[in-house]
């Protein structure tokens, strides 16, 4: 039957729509709808005045009203009390446009009239919204504590029993955590699909793990990997955490856009048409935000303009999280204070011509400062007839504690070895005629007393990179005759190694040269994070994809020791070279026994995945993932081990390596043994499943299919022999009888 | 034992298949040419002329005299081994990209391509194995593939099922005898075409290979996915080696993509895992474009890999080929000779 409209119930009685209540349907989605009172503001806390004087507050008043907008004729209204005659000391203001009335909202809301008298300023239709009647409530109730919840442990993980190390790994759309197992699969703590949208990254001391969002930033962590912390910033680009894990920075290259009809969690109106914002991790909410500096577009020779590269973090910590510093590039650095994110000393500190600067990554000690101190360095190039110049700046004293002069430099690079024992600054000057280029390190020796400058100028070509022996005083740099272009083809480097000489007493001797190695490709330095050992590697090469292991403190035998070499701290040694194709990106483990090589899906789409290697640059594991985007190892925070136990540990080495061995092997054995029993199982299976096939197949009499598909044919019993001879002459030899 | 390069042909090798015997290598190329060669010591043993296309397929029957070859130009062809007389011809609307004969070489099949207004087929035709008697022109059975087209399909034990690998990456179980579908599974990810079906020697399971850069052992009566060989690149070809217990993948980058990658990227290698365990243990290089197909010998002596490069590489196992053993496998072996004293 077809189906027939006749017998619906036309009317169901049952159902009255009124009946239902929409209420919290229409408080969720309340439309806020143009009253026509927008651009109405109130403005209270002002001075109760008798009525001669209303006049003279009126006039007051809109000098600083009128500095935001216009305030419409005779758009005061300020309320007269019947009973004493005075003011009420509120007064109702209409602008002549909405816009300005959420301007006066933003800006005067706060302002100090005098002494006793703050102004306050809001929209009429926020007082109707949320102090109308039965809004608020009349009795006051204390806040309600929350009881008190125990957290996850967030640094459950360093617990590990085998101190292995965490490993975040971004392939595809999922997201994993895993325990590094060497030449084994990873195996995996935690993997999620779609964790993050854009990338994810650690926080320094390894207890958040960050995913970016639209809509902000996620921090996880734990061992359920539960949501610690949210930081709504919508279209969030870059974080930037500060070193202790106080503090953090979220960046947004489009300012953000927060009012009332786009309510952002957490976030005000004084964060709209903002960039950046800082946060308090421990609170989650916002310390101050601030928007984008333009920078100075310069012109190249040919006067077209120059794309500058934002500097990235923008907002540098030092390093003990109290104060971070924005340049104003060519002006001023300005410092605030955390927590309260105030200017320090109110100021800018006004520096002319600041190119670039940067914090000591640890609290300096210098010789004879008592004090407590942050020291930043900064440079400044040449300004009409004034060197370049590199300066120490103190903080909070703003004391410049040392500065240098420098002719011909067109860049200059700042290096803080990572105790703040040094800065090396690496100066590229150009000859007069600026054709040729060269480079110069300036380093200065921030411990010794009056900050001494020692200067390596034996070097004759550009310096590409340069990194510092973390906690050591050697360093590493590649170099290139050629400028670096945009060629197809880059040109040759040389990588050459740096140490200080042996002095009597122990101290820290000039730096000299130890090698160079001419003829590499190489462009990148990634040093063990415990130092000795670093790798020098050539990354986004079509070309090659080196990956070179170095020792700088090999124990050679004692009677093969080389003069030279015998004068320095450095004994060098080469000990592997490794290749990974289409190679981007480097990671040590934080403990220096691992290195992870990654082809990562950011850059190319060719052979994707990652390498693992010992420090030693044997090859553990390789791995294609297709997409594979990002491994990086979770960091790990400073030992509680005080210097004592660590020798004790350095001391007993052996002994622990011997049990360590020992598990190892104990651990290959059983797992070998797991894989020797899947195959037998396997084999079993096979064998099995094959025994079952040949009976079906005699059941069914296949007489072909069991003689391996051949068939029988008449001629097979016929079976001809070819009888082949084969002489082979092994001597042939004429004699001569008789 | 270094490889033998056959150079005969001029375009991308299609297929390559051993005489039951392993004595002959028959190879068939877009150039138009079937040839066959003698498989110890490379030497070209003679040609087949007559098609007019590029050739995309050829099958020996089990007693070695009868040929059969399809290709481009809408032909399937029977030839006589021996002398290389043109038996026969069936015409067909569409392309044939398979043939395969039954295992008592009794039955030919063919699989045909779908193009405008013509859904793939897969048509089978009885054959007389005598080459002097005449061939019958009309198909004893034809499916029509209306879902996704068949790409490979082949008899199974006793010529009971035909199995067909489709283009959507599933394989189905046709009743040899009424034509009827009685079963489909998707074997490999869905859109990523089936490029090869092989049996093992008693058919009772056969290898497919795919463009999901896996190859897959299934039962040829439960289709049934036993094993799984997960390679790095698309496959072409898998085969099933005799003897020792291998597969053999060949693949690589498809060949219209080979131009803008470079040769290490390619990876056009023979690959071979272990058939029970699925790993992989070795692999052969030396094309320098993907390999279409691999064959294994008979006997399990050796396998041929023709490549898009147009040329067959012959190569004959060592010992140490047949001596490596896992563990396990030893156990096996030395329990079984125990057990046989």
Not at chain 1, 200 to 215: E, F, K, M, N, R
Not at chain 1, 368 to 380: A, I, K, N, P, S
């Amino acid at each position: 039957m077809a189906p027939s409209y006749e017998n619906l119930p036309i009317d169901d009685e049952e159902f009255d729509e009124s009946q239902i209540d929409f209420t919290d349907l229409e408080e969720q989605y309340q439309v806020r709808l143009d009253e026509g009172l927008d651009a109405f503001v109130v403005v209270d806390g002002l001075p109760k005045v008798p009525e001669d004087n209303k006049a003279k507050l009126v006039k007051f008043i809109l000098r600083k009203l009128n500095s935001v907008g216009k305030v419409k004729e005779d758009g005061v209204y300020m309320p007269l009390n019947e009973e004493t005659g005075q003011t009420e000391g509120f007064a109702f203001v209409e602008y002549s446009a909405p816009s300005e009335a959420v301007a006066a909202v933003k800006q005067l809301h706060g302002t100090p009239l005098d002494k006793k008298h703050t102004m306050a300023v809001n929209k009429l239709t926020d007082i109707d919204r949320y102090g109308r009647e039965g809004r608020i409530d009349e009795e006051y109730h204390p806040p309600e504590i929350e009881p008190f919840q125990q957290k996850e442990h967030l640094r459950s993980w360093l617990g590990d029993p085998d101190a292995r190390d965490q490993m975040v790994m971004f392939r595809g759309d999922k997201v994993g955590v895993f325990w590094n197992e060497k030449e084994d699969a990873p195996e995996q703590v935690v993997d999620r699909e779609n964790w993050t949208e854009s990338f994810v990254q650690w926080s320094p001391l390894g207890t958040y793990l960050t995913s970016i969002h639209a809509q902000g930033v996620q921090l996880w962590g734990g061992k359920a990997w539960s949501r610690q912390k949210r930081f709504a910033h919508p279209g969030v680009n870059l974080v930037d955490f500060s070193p202790n894990e106080k503090y953090v920075t979220t960046w947004s290259h489009r300012p953000l856009q927060v009012d009332e009809n786009h309510p952002v969690p957490s976030l005000s109106l004084e964060e709209d048409g903002k960039n950046y914002i800082i946060w308090d991790i421990a609170t989650g909410k916002p310390l101050r935000s601030f928007a984008t500096l333009e920078v100075p577009t310069s012109t190249d020779a040919e006067g077209n303009p120059v794309k500058k590269k934002m500097q990235w973090p923008t907002f540098k910590w030092s390093a003990d999280d109290k104060y971070v510093a924005r340049m104003t590039q060519g002006q001023s650095i300005s410092i605030y204070e955390l927590p309260r994110m105030n200017l320090l000393d109110k100021a800018s500190v006004k520096i002319e011509g600041v190119m670039d600067f940067e914090w000591a990554p640890a609290t300096p000690k210098r010789d004879g400062v008592r004090t407590y101190e942050q020291l930043f360095c900064y440079w400044t190039p040449e300004l009409g007839s004034n060197p370049a110049k590199v300066g120490l700046m103190s903080i909070p004293s703003k004391e410049v504690v040392r500065t240098r002069n420098l002719f011909n430099v067109s860049d200059a690079k700042l290096h803080w070895q990572s105790e703040a024992a040094y800065v090396c600054v690496k100066v590229d000057r150009h000859s007069k005629s600026k054709k040729s280029m060269a480079t110069n390190l300036e380093i200065f020796r921030v411990r010794e007393k009056g900050v001494p400058v020692e200067v390596v100028d034996s070097i004759k070509d550009t310096v590409i990179n340069f990194a510092w022996e973390p906690k050591g005083s050697r360093f590493v740099l590649i170099t290139t005759a050629e400028p670096l272009a945009q060629t197809a083809v880059p040109p040759k480097t040389a990588v050459s190694f740096f140490a200080p000489e042996k002095v009597k007493g122990g101290g820290v001797g000039n730096f000299r040269h130890i090698r160079t190695i001419d003829k590499k490709n190489s462009n990148a330095i990634y040093w063990s994070p415990k130092g000795r050992f670093v790798v020098v590697a050539t990354l986004q090469s079509q070309q090659s994809c080196d990956l070179d292991f170095w020792d700088l403190s090999f124990e050679k035998p004692k009677d093969d020791k080389d003069d030279k070499e015998k004068e320095l701290n450095a004994n060098l040694q080469l000990m592997a070279t490794a290749e990974h194709y289409g190679v981007t990106d480097i990671e040590w483990d934080p403990t220096g026994r691992y290195v992870a090589t990654v082809a990562s899906a950011f850059r190319h789409q060719m052979e994707n995945g990652y390498h693992l290697y010992d420090f030693k640059g044997t090859l553990l594991r390789e791995e294609h993932i297709d997409r594979f985007k990002q491994l990086i190892w979770r960091p790990r925070p400073a030992t509680l081990l005080s210097k004592e136990e660590q020798a004790e540990i350095r001391k007993n080495l052996r002994n622990y390596s011997k049990i360590f061995d020992e598990q190892d092997l104990a651990k290959k054995n059983t797992a070998n043994r797991q894989v020797v029993e899947a195959r037998r199982r396997l084999l079993q299976e096979w064998l099995a499943w094959r025994e079952s096939m040949i009976q079906m197949l005699k059941e069914e009499g296949a007489e072909i299919e069991l003689n391996n598909g051949k068939v029988r044919t008449d001629h097979d019993g016929e079976v001809e022999e070819i009888e082949e001879i084969v002489e082979e002459i092994i001597e042939e030899t004429e004699e001569v009888i008789g | 034992m270094r490889p033998i390069l056959l150079s005969g042909h001029e375009r991308a090798l299609t297929q390559v298949k051993y005489s039951p015997d392993g004595d002959i290598i028959f190879s068939v190329s877009k150039d138009h040419v079937v040839c066959a060669w003698f498989s110890h010591n490379g030497e070209r043993l003679g040609t087949y002329h007559g098609h007019q296309g590029a050739l995309w397929t050829v099958d020996v029957d089990p007693t070695s005299t009868l040929l059969a070859t399809g290709g481009a130009d809408n032909t399937m062809r029977l030839w006589k081994v021996e002398t290389g007389e043109l038996l026969m011809t069936w015409d067909f609307p569409t392309a044939v990209k398979r043939v395969e004969f039954s295992p008592d070489g009794r039955q030919l099949l063919g699989v045909t391509e779908k193009r405008s207004g013509h859904l793939g087929t897969i048509v089978v035709f009885d054959i007389n194995p005598d080459p002097a008697a005449k061939q019958s022109k009309e198909h004893s059975l034809r499916i029509v593939c209306e879902d996704s087209k068949a790409t490979v399909a082949g008899f199974s034990y006793l010529a009971r099922y035909i199995i067909a690998g489709h283009e959507d990456g599933s394989v189905s179980q046709f009743d040899a005898k009424t034509g009827e579908l009685l079963f489909n599974t998707q074997a490999h990810e869905e859109d990523m075409q089936v490029t090869d079906l092989q049996w093992s020697q008693d058919r009772t399971y056969f290898i497919t290979a795919s463009k999901d850069k896996t190859a897959k052992i299934l039962a040829a009566d439960s289709l049934e996915v036993l094993k799984t060989y997960t390679a790095d690149t698309p496959l072409n070809s898998a085969a099933i080696t005799p003897v020792k217990d291998y597969v053999i993948l060949g693949g690589g980058q498809a060949a219209m993509d080979v131009t803008t990658t470079s040769a290490r990227q390619g990876k056009f290698e023979a690959r071979f895992y272990h058939k029970i365990f699925q790993e992989e243990i070795g692999r052969v290089r030396g094309h320098f474009g993907p390999l279409n197909y691999v064959a294994v010998h008979p006997a399990g002596t050796g396998y041929c890999s023709g490549g898009e490069d147009g040329y067959v590489r012959v190569h004959h196992f060592d010992k140490p080929y047949f001596d490596f053993m896992y563990e396990v496998e030893r156990e096996y072996a030395q329990a079984q000779a125990q057990a046989n004293l």
